[in-house]
């Protein structure tokens, strides 16, 4: 057979390869059904209990992944919950069940399928996404109800398998959670899914957003999922079968040798030290901060604790989350960036107007600015968890002056009124900003002036500094890490930093990539922040190198025209201390 090549979103890296299972996610078919009037308030009542039935199951399943994986990722069955508790569902179905006289399962499924096509009427990204728990719970509820087994069971599966769904509810997708289950692929979805982020908290390779993958491969197609590139290879030829399996291979085996290096410090060798950090989405993803051997978290994405949630997290619950993660990672610091919401990522429980460029729009320090009493709520939580490990924050997205004065304004009006409550905090927790949009860039001298550390975000840096969509694959080809144009950016930003006696260090993609990386150690980034998993990685490029080599290799790279002819030229380069 030939060899397919799907292209589709990323959502947990890694590589996994095997024979595919197609989740089967038809719809019931739901006969119609009389029944006379003695009947009535029995087929009430037994509607009635498969809800009960079904809330149980939630609730039980909640508990498990509260236990199993944390409580934030646990959270999202509260939008099931929700929907078996509502009391104008339960009431419209029962109301129905008396004045047509039908069966429960027949009135409760047409009442759910006007449900399902409200959330498709909704503006909002997020919420039509929301469609797919009640179409998850609809199930639930009707299996109860017809006693319906069909459904093909994640639970019951008992060989390694790729999962290949149109799309996976919440509930399918943590149920993978110590299964024999090697990969996911879906149809649909996006990263504000609940299945991109269950993914990466379960360190499960997964592709999302294939189109139509559920229509081109077949049940036992043998299957690679390229989680890093969102690729989906069906029917591999040997030959690729065979280079994926060298590459699975080359890196377990290239892991096992860097374990050596966990404990040593990220030195060069004429003994200039820099610092690896960790990038931290879910606080699931803490042993493997201290498994890769992290100096501490470089970015903590606040805005996980925002999503897959119909209310905002309270300030209790955001101190308990921090303070949580504080503790965890000490004697090591944790650097919180403030929430970051818009662009491609969204909360249900905030409504947010609909951009016609939503990277452009209300997002990040904006959105906060524009709605203090949130932004106030997790100062608060943040400053409160500052007294229990050594923690600093960080504004994103800050474009001048202007608004990191706004910001910081803020932050005393909340220190203010924490030391009148008497609530201690660290009274000199270092606040710092992100370094992501030209114009901080382009006034960085009068931002370092004002601000404990610079943070370079260059995964938005890139994108607004080339004008480059960075989640359209049409102008992918266009999106250049060592673009001169971006390599200036950088450099003027760290120098303006050292020149006003602060740190600076880089927290985008461009630090899990030993190649940038290189590069970036050579222009004098003082700290790198990344995916655990490729900590090790940078740290052997940079115990392998010299300073003086490094920056003189940086200084000629910054005198190419172009992105592909410095990363070849840095590539050659490297090559002669790492061949």
């Known amino acids: 057979m030939r ?23 038809g719809e019931f078919i739901v006969p119609k059904r009389s029944i006379s009037s003695s009947e009535v308030d029995s087929e009430i009542a037994r509607f009635e209990e498969a809800i009960n039935n079904a809330r149980r199951e939630v609730h039980m399943l909640k508990l498990k992944i509260s236990q199993d994986v944390g409580a934030g990722p646990a959270q999202i ?12 569902l339960n009431d419209e179905v029962s109301s129905q069940i008396r004045e047509t006289r039908l069966s429960a399962e027949y009135v409760f499924f047409n009442v759910i399928k006007k449900f399902v096509e409200a959330f498709g009427k909704i503006p909002d990204e997020y919420l039509r996404e929301r469609a797919s728990d009640v179409n998850d719970i609809s199930k639930r509820v009707l299996k109860h109800l017809m006693d319906e087994s069909k459904l093909h069971d994640l639970d019951s599966l008992q060989d390694d398998l790729i999962v290949v769904a149109h799309d996976l509810s919440p509930s399918d997708a943590v149920s993978m959670y110590n299964k024999k289950i090697k990969g996911f692929l879906t149809d649909i979805g996006g990263r504000t899914s609940h299945t991109a982020i269950i993914a990466k908290s379960l360190d499960v390779p997964a592709v999302v957003g294939l189109k139509d993958a559920t229509l081109r491969i077949n049940n036992q197609d043998y299957v690679i999922i390229d989680g890093k590139k969102g690729l989906v290879i069906i029917n591999p030829s040997t030959e690729t079968k065979e280079l994926y399996i060298k590459e699975q291979n080359k890196i ?37 901060v201290r498994k890769y051997g992290a100096e ?5 994405r606040t805005e996980f604790l925002y999503m897959n949630r119909l209310d905002l997290p309270s300030e209790e619950e955001q101190f308990q989350a921090y303070s949580q993660v504080a503790r965890a990672v000490s004697p090591f610091g944790v650097t919180i ?19 016609m460029s939503p990277f452009l729009g209300s997002r990040a320090i904006r959105f906060c600015l524009d709605r203090p009493d949130i932004f106030k709520t997790q100062l608060r939580a943040i400053l409160r968890a500052s007294a229990f490990g050594k923690l600093q924050m960080m504004y994103p997205m800050i474009s001048g002056l202007g608004e990191l004065r706004q910001a910081n304004a803020i932050l005393n009006q909340v220190k203010a009124s924490l030391r009148d409550e008497k609530i201690i905090f660290d009274e000199q927790l270092k606040v710092g900003i992100m370094i992501e949009v030209p114009a901080a860039v382009m006034t960085a001298e009068d931002l370092a002036r004002e601000s404990g550390f610079f943070s370079i975000g260059t995964n938005d840096l890139i994108q607004y500094t080339l004008a480059v969509d960075r989640v359209n694959e049409k102008t992918a080809h266009l999106y250049e890490p060592a673009h001169p144009g971006v390599l200036k950016m950088i450099q003027k930003t760290i120098d303006a930093g050292h020149n006003a006696g602060i740190h600076v260090a880089l927290c985008g993609e461009m630090a899990s990539d030993p190649l940038l990386a290189f590069l970036l150690l050579g222009m004098g980034i003082d700290e790198f922040s990344m995916s655990a ?6 740290k052997r490029m940079v115990r392998s190198v010299k300073m003086q080599d ?24 490297l090559r002669k201390f790492l061949p």
């Open 77 to 88: 069955f509260d939008a099931h919950l929700m929907v078996l508790q509502d009391i104008a």
């Open 550 to 573: 490094a920056q003189r290799i940086a200084y000629e790279a910054m005198q190419l025209a172009t992105g592909p002819e410095v990363e070849e030229f840095i590539e050659a380069q």
């Open 533 to 538: 998993a490729s900590i090790l990685t940078v």
């Open 337 to 355: 960036r403030t929430l970051d919401i818009g662009g491609d990522k969204f909360i249900s429980s905030v409504q947010i107007p609909r951009d």
């Open 3 to 25: 060899e397919i090549v799907l292209k589709g979103i990323p959502a947990a890296p890694g590589i996994a390869y095997g024979p595919s299972f197609i989740l089967d996610k």
């Open 296 to 300: 501490g978290i470089g970015l903590y």
């Open 252 to 288: 377990t085996a290239s892991l096992e040798k860097l374990d050596d290096l966990k404990n040593l410090p990220a030195q060069t060798i004429d003994g200039k030290t820099v610092s690896i950090l960790a990038n931290l989405e879910l606080s699931s993803e803490i042993p493997a």
